[in-house]
């Protein structure tokens, strides 16, 4: 495994911008307020040729009363605990508070590498750094991290301290899930993993940044990625939350598969179809995950008239796969994983271009294609040239003549006879001179 470094420190002190200088990309949502970080925030970085996993935590505020801060300082201690290295965070305007005391105790306790840094040092001298050495953990690093100056120093440092031996990358499986707020993705998340991974309360829209976690199960490897609640853009007021749906989105366009979270109790809604059709859109396999299920009364039919519902709001994507599930108490949610496994393979399945090729000349035999003034679709060749999600391209003598029903006519027959369940499919259309 690829060493781990924590950041972390009481709340604005930059740590999301140093995050997001190393990172090369804005992955934390960074502003001047305190607590907008609340959950752990990775990226796979690399430093002198040793890569690392970089972890941003919310600030640690250990003597607030406040559930928020005590919820957000509990993930930053879960952090402390898978770190191999942990660069702890000051502020060199503010100079030293009690909290920096409190963290550097806590840090101490830890027994592990600790780096300290002094951030927003815009004019290096060194009794600036004077006091700092009263914390006990060794020497201050001044930096300004939103002028990038100190930072290599810093990491020099932490890479001197990572363990020996670590490994490559993890090859996991990445699932994103996605939905709107307060559909319960946190409480899925945190069941499949069995431990309070993420921030949970009953407040709508708490998890604001997407959130990876790499586990195993089975003997398999997964990276289970959390998102923010996808709201509708009216809805969305707040310049943080704006950024945080982007990153939602990102999420989805980096993931291997999604889990599509709707609340049962409220049943698909227009937001949630847009979700899902932004996923569909990207290609991407996914599984439709209808939570909340121990809130709904039901009889022998029920299932079947919520099938019946998806089927006729979903028509543009009828391959879906669905579950029925309570992440509150835990119903089906061990079907969750062997089906995006279904749907991940179902979107690398690859379909051997001579029976490809007989299996539409046999359509078209059946089901006459449409014609035009007199000329007649004609098809010469069929590939499949990618996957994830599977292409056919399909060589015709004019692609004017192929009519949008004819095209889903031969994606059903496609479908029909291999099972692409749980991924959209591509069919494109191109003349016989033309290039795939």
Known sequence: MRPVVAIVGRPNVGKSTFFNKVAGRKISITENRPGVTRDRITADCEWRAKPFTLIDTGGIELKSDDTMWKEIALQAKAAVELADVILFFTDGREGLTASDHDVAEYLRRSQKPVVLVVNK??????????????????????????????????????????????????????????GKPNAGKSSLVNKILGQERTIVTPLAGTTRDAVDT?????????????TAGIRRKRSVEDDVEYYSVLRAFDAVRR???????????EGLTEQDVKIIGYVHEQGKPSVVVMNKWDTIEKDTHTVEKFEKKLRDDLKFMDY???????????????????LAEEAYAHAHFRVPTGELNDLLMDAMRISEPPSYQGRRLKLYFASQPAVAPPLFVLMVNDEGLMHFSYERYLENVIRGAYDFSGTPIRIRVRNKEQTP
């Open 320 to 338: 879906f796969k669905s579950v029925y599930i309570s992440a509150k108490t835990g119903q089906r949610v061990e079907r969750i994983l062997p």
């Open 121 to 178: 040092v815009d004019d290096y001298s060194p009794e600036k750094l004077f006091e700092f050495y009263s914390l006990g953990l060794g020497e201050p690093y001044a930096v300004s991290s939103e002028h990038s100056r100190g930072i290599g120093d810093v990491l020099d440092t932490a890479v001197e301290a990572f363990p020996k031996g670590e490994g490559e990358e993890d090859g996991s499986l990445k699932i994103a899930v996605v």
């Open 214 to 226: 790499r586990f195993e199960q089975g003997g398999k490897a997964y990276t289970i990625i959390d």
């Open 255 to 265: 993931a291997d598969v999604c889990l599509l979270v709707v609340d049962a109790g």
